[in-house]
């Protein structure tokens, strides 16, 4: 496996000190994106996913500044080193704090890491069990993929065998969020979904999107487990899952149900949203050949700065319509 400890740095061995905050006290901010192997290689929408980053390392003080073209440029050159074979390679970028010495004073030095695997159906089938966690989800940086606010949701997976996934309550007893997806409801041609205790998915932008273009309109809003009889349809979005129905919420031995009314219109969000996925619509991905010479790289040349004339306008467009400030 060879990773980049750093913008255009790349290894095949990880170091990092044992006093790092990012170890010690979850001191750390990630993304999840995607590489898409079709008529080309393609790495699906990262301004949308290094602007969250961004948001993320300034609203924690991290005083880091990512360089967004070198970073593309460094996942495609790390895709083409790997050697990969799979139609898809998920991207995880961290931002991590590297220190020298014990101490929640010591500030260390922010580093920004990539590593990729291939990923295939991250959970099975289309219709998901789901249990209820028994501990709210009000976390202080909600909004923020940060990789503390997760401990919560590896404690509930461990305690849901037997389901798909979880889903967690705000301290009103709505439904916020999953593990690691966002949570939308559709009810009376209208998608609700949580605001202040979800990240600002980038799938969900895309569904919301969808959405509009199908008439369908979007409110922030959530709803109780025993509201959920009234609601036409339930969704899972996100990079790794896709977008999945639930089926079925499980509560202290209780099952709450959607009246799954309307799966024809789960049916074309997800049939639209894989068309711009797998299809590489060109408003929403960057490709390989676009930023990497390949002759070049053969011959042992790594150009880190390179960018395709459209890259402006398309980072430009894209961050107008689904950047975060739309979503905050």
């Not at 083409?80 to 590297?98: E, F, G, I, Q």
């Not at 220190?99 to 030095?109: F, I, Y």
């Not at 709210?136 to 940086?141: D, K, W």
């Amino acid at each position: 496996m060879i990773f980049s400890p750093d913008l255009g740095r790349f290894a095949e061995t990880f170091n990092i000190s044992p006093f790092s905050h990012s170890i010690n006290y979850g001191d750390a901010i990630f993304e999840g994106m995607s590489i898409v192997v079709g008529n080309r290689i393609s790495l699906f929408h990262p301004e949308l996913n290094y602007e969250r980053m961004q948001y993320g390392a300034d609203h924690m003080r991290y005083g880091y500044r990512i360089d967004v073209v070198r970073a593309i440029n460094t996942v495609f050159y790390l895709y083409l080193m790997n050697a990969y074979t799979s139609k898809r390679v998920y991207v995880r970028p961290v931002l991590y704090r590297d220190n020298n010495s014990v101490g929640l004073r010591n500030t260390g030095v922010t580093r920004l890491m990539h590593v990729l695997m291939p990923m295939e159906e991250y959970v099975e089938g289309d219709m998901l069990r789901v249990k209820v966690s028994n501990i709210p989800r009000e976390l202080p940086f909600a909004r923020i993929k940060a990789s503390s606010n997760y401990q919560l949701s590896l404690y509930a997976l461990r305690d849901a065998e037997g389901y798909d996934e979880v889903v967690f309550l705000d301290k009103q007893g709505k439904i916020v969020e999953g593990s690691g997806e966002n949570i939308l409801f559709l009810k009376d041609n209208t998608l609700y979904t949580d605001r202040y205790h979800s990240l600002p998915g980038i799938t969900l932008r895309f569904v919301v999107k969808i959405a509009k273009e199908m008439g369908i309109d979007m409110k922030y809003g959530s709803f109780s487990l025993e509201e959920i009889n009234d609601v036409d349809l339930i969704m899972f979005t996100g990079n790794a899952i896709g977008i999945k129905l639930v089926s079925q919420i499980n509560y202290n031995g209780s099952v709450y149900q959607p009246k799954m009314d309307s799966k024809d219109v789960y049916m074309k969000i997800k049939n639209r949203y894989n068309n711009i996925f797998y299809g590489q619509d060109e408003q929403y991905h960057m490709f390989l050949d676009e930023f990497v010479d390949v002759d070049k790289y053969n011959s042992g040349i790594v150009e880190l700065d390179r960018k395709p004339e459209r890259y402006e306008r398309v980072v430009r467009e894209n961050i107008q319509e689904l950047g975060l400030k739309r979503f905050l």
